[in-house]
């Protein structure tokens, strides 16, 4: 039987160990480390694909520079499995397109200085021993397309980005869950015990286990079992740039702490965005989200003050050179995930609310599973949903989180 396809009557499963609800990144990597628990794992995703929704619309990086414990928790080894891709996955010679050209944050502001350094420490204390501080002068010999304005930043090699889809991909097809496509959740039934069934378009799937790794849609998904999660939806747009020879394709990712711009090459081109902190926050998520029609320009014009050459390059540029595309960051109060089991509602597990979820998944999708088959046991979980009532919220000041 095919792992990844639409079902019909015949092929729909009608009992599963574990559903997973949603199929970016986050919910098909905990499918993966499910099934390879043992587990009879089944993934629901309402779209035509997988990883078709946020995770391809973000900017597919990951970092190690986290000064959140629970979150270097997650990242780190995150990392690792993503440099060991084929091997995490069990297949040979899978390409996730993976490239280390490292985070590059910078500041116009010497009294950044003092907070940048300490971000470096705590790199430091998590065992991120590559990640640096650099002077202004460090800046302009290793860097020297960044505005001479910059006097301060971070820097570390290892950090990077990857081809998402290819990494989801990888985590379908290494493991033994079954993936059902173009098939929506219409609601969760619940008896004395817990979680009984999930509800679709195309029927009923028996199980007394759910992962809610809905993305943007996770508040709706668990408000059909009576429960209200602390995450928000914020619209975050992102620019296309075609391909220009004046885009250095050796860069790192480059991020202007004080405005909350970033750009990075990408196929000769580049990718660049800016966190608008004016950017309400979405009520009601939707699948096709809408851009502003002025984005790419007034991004352009804010990126120059972090690179100048670009003034240069928007000079050459015509619209058809431009996409815009829009996604989800998903916040909750401490702008960390909500991870494992919902106590008041037995055999409900949460694997959401991501601002970062391409970066964590792997590790997240992990943890998931230790919870629910007891390896792990949910006290020793810091991103517990209870954590907010149980006054263990521990924030950090993680740069680009697009909170300010």
Not at 61 to 68: D, H, I, W
Not at 113 to 131: N, P, T
Not at 157 to 179: I, P, V
């Amino acid at each position: 039987m095919r792992k990844i396809f639409v079902p019909d009557a015949a092929t729909m499963p009608k009992t599963a160990e574990v559903v997973v609800i949603g199929g970016g990144i986050v919910g098909v990597a905990t499918a993966f480390w499910l099934s390879r628990a043992g587990l009879d794992t089944v993934l629901i995703e309402m779209r035509e694909g997988l990883s078709t929704l946020t995770t391809p619309l973000s900017i597919e990086s990951f970092r190690a520079q986290m000064t959140e414990k629970a979150m270097a928790d997650l990242v780190l080894p995150s990392i690792r499995m993503y440099e060991n891709f084929a091997d995490t996955v069990g297949i040979p010679g899978h390409d996730i397109a993976l490239k280390h050209q490292g985070y590059l944050f910078v500041s116009d502001d010497v009294v950044n200085a003092e907070r940048l350094k300490q971000a470096v420490a705590v790199h430091h204390g998590y065992g991120v021993a590559g990640s640096e501080f650099l002077a202004a002068d460090d800046i302009r010999q290793r860097f020297p397309y960044i505005s001479e304005r910059m006097v301060c930043g971070t820097f570390h090699q290892n950090d990077g980005w990857l081809s998402s889809h290819e990494a989801t991909q990888g985590f379908a097809k290494g493991s033994t869950a079954k993936f059902l496509l173009q098939t929506k959740v219409s609601g969760i039934d619940t008896d004395a015990e817990g979680i009984c069934a999930v509800r679709t378009t195309r029927g009923s799937i028996a199980t007394r286990q759910v992962v809610n790794a809905a993305g943007p849609f996770a508040q709706s998904i668990a408000a059909m079992v009576g429960v209200t999660l602390p995450i928000e939806a914020v619209r975050r747009q992102k620019v296309h740039v075609a391909p220009k020879p004046q885009i250095p394709r050796a860069a790192p990712l480059c991020i202007d702490v004080g405005q909350e711009t970033y750009w990075r090459p990408e196929h000769g081109g580049a990718l660049m965005a800016w966190v608008d902190p004016d950017e309400p926050v979405t009520a009601n998520p939707v699948e096709d989200v809408p851009t502003d029609w002025d984005f790419a320009a007034v991004l352009l014009d804010k990126i120059t003050a972090l690179s100048p050459f670009w003034a240069g390059v928007a000079e050459t540029l015509s619209s058809s050179d431009l996409t815009t595309t829009a996604g989800y960051y998903m916040y909750t109060p401490d702008d960390q995930p909500l991870i494992g089991p919902v106590p008041e509602v037995k055999g409900l597990h949460l694997n959401c609310g991501y601002w970062a979820g391409v970066m964590l998944s792997p590790e997240a999708g992990r943890r998931v599973a230790r919870l629910l088959t007891g390896e792990m046991q949910p006290t020793d979980n810091p991103l517990r949903l209870s954590r907010f009532a149980e006054g263990l919220v521990s924030t950090g000041d993680s740069f680009l989180r697009g909170r300010h």
